[in-house]
């Protein structure tokens, strides 16, 4: 007998551990964003509860703050890091020639009639070797980054992994009461869409992990206990199911097995080692006025206007700078490393970036050229691997040739798709003739 009561679809008021929530124009506003999310991630290219600690609107920080290579045939094993003589991080390297990159992002942005753009390229061994912004962007703008977000609460799963905290291929039921409502689900699973259940692409029962006034602990115990949604679950590892709330349930794992908010999870894992200065989470999709699966346009830039949620969305709920992106970028790169300081073993990268889902049980994401790791989608045609966002986000990583390239557009999916298609042989081109 489940202890938690079922949610309907998309009608029933949610309790998520509380008093039921009641429609209203924000929540009814977040139940749009996610159909629309989910045309978004279709057509795109590539215990108890716990409140959130008292923080400045989710930026947690001691400083002023702020589609994927071939299932076994790739060699996972990333390079070990080699930081330039300065760490790389401050600017441009003199021996590059981004012209016509600019020049072709610059092109776009008139075309497209766009606010603007925003783009850094990372190298493993030089760090920034290129930074540039068009029209209203700058260094400082922040933008929502929807499913850019992923790769980062990837990686903080596989960090408790790393410090022996949790084993992601054993069964969350281990580790959570409430994980006995799915007990065969692993946390691997969940990080790898493959958990069987629902994703993004079909109707689904989980609302709560659209809302802000809950908790994640409360959201997760939900999703994995609710009885709605049994006639549609199906058997881990068989089918590739895109996003939605088993990403919520990753993130209430995460701080069970810690006994820490993921907000203390982040600044621990990721903005103290990393200096990210305005990297955060949030809830806003009943925050802000939302616009399909464009870049909302009630978010003003400034995530003070964003009340803290304990409930931050896991898959879609992160902003950033270009800066604090291109930091994460070049961990992935280095090893795991910011710096001197070891935020993810090379372990945890290898399984992150390899193609879980063609390994485990040949599966396919979107089409059988597209593959799936932990937070990184895998093309299996060039090897690159990249986590795009609805929002008008699109980072990619080369991790053959040691580069990474983020993308910001403050569009949607298809149009920073474009971009990057547009600018990546022109991006390859221009490292591989400044390096030799």
């Given amino acids: 007998m489940r202890e938690f009561r079922p949610v ?67 060699d996972t094993d990333d390079p070990a890091p080699k930081p330039g003589p300065d760490e790389g991080t401050e600017t441009d390297d003199p021996g590059f020639s981004f012209a016509d990159v600019d020049a072709a992002v610059e092109a776009f942005v008139d075309d497209r009639n766009l606010s603007g753009a925003g783009l850094i390229i990372v190298h493993r061994d030089l760090g920034v070797i290129h930074h540039e912004h068009w029209g209203v962007y700058d260094e400082d703008r922040i933008s929502l980054i929807a499913s850019s977000t992923k790769m980062v609460t990837a990686g903080v799963l596989l960090r408790l992994q790393d410090d022996g905290l949790l084993d992601i291929d054993v069964p969350v039921a281990e580790y959570v ?100 200065e305005v990297f955060g989470y949030s809830s806003p999709f009943d925050q802000v006025q939302m616009d399909g699966f464009n870049h909302p346009p009630g978010f003003d830039n ?68 597209s593959g799936y790791g932990m937070g990184w989608w895998i093309d299996r045609d060039n090897g690159h691997i990249s986590d795009g966002g609805a929002f008008g986000s699109t980072p990619w990583l080369d991790l053959e040739d040691g580069y990474g390239v983020l993308v910001l557009t403050e569009s949607n999916s298809g149009t920073s798709g474009q971009l990057a298609d547009e600018i990546r042989e022109l991006v390859d081109t221009a490292i591989a003739e400044g390096l030799d």
């Fill in 8 to 74: 309907g679809p998309f009608g029933n008021p949610l309790s998520c551990g509380r008093e039921p929530v009641t429609p209203g124009a924000g929540r009814v506003a977040a139940l749009l964003f996610a159909l629309a999310f989910c045309a978004a991630a279709c057509g795109g290219n590539s215990g108890s509860d716990q409140t959130a600690p008292p923080l400045d609107n989710g930026i947690v920080s001691s400083q002023p703050v702020d589609t994927e290579p071939e299932p076994a045939a790739v």
């Fill in 302 to 369: 400034n995530p003070e206007d964003l009340e803290i949620s304990a409930n931050p969305s896991m898959e879609a709920g992160a902003y950033t700078n270009t800066a604090d992106y291109g930091k994460l970028l070049l961990m992935h790169l280095r090893g795991g490393m910011c710096g001197d300081v070891s935020v993810l073993s090379t372990e945890a990268l290898a399984l992150m970036h390899g193609d879980r889902i063609g390994a485990v049980y040949g599966g396919d994401a979107f089409g059988s050229g």
């Fill in 177 to 276: 009461e409430w994980g006995a409502g799915n007990s065969e689900i692993t946390t691997a699973q969940l990080l790898s869409n493959s958990s069987g259940l629902i994703g993004l692409l079909e109707p689904n029962p989980y609302t709560c992990m659209w809302v802000s006034g809950t908790t994640l602990q409360a959201c997760a115990a939900e999703i994995m206990t609710t009885e709605s949604d049994d006639a549609v679950v199906i058997a881990p590892d068989t089918r590739f199911r895109y996003g939605g709330a088993q990403w919520q349930v990753a993130g209430g794992v995460a701080e069970a097995v810690s006994g820490k908010t993921w907000y203390e999870l982040l600044d621990e894992i990721y903005i103290q080692p990393c200096e990210l």
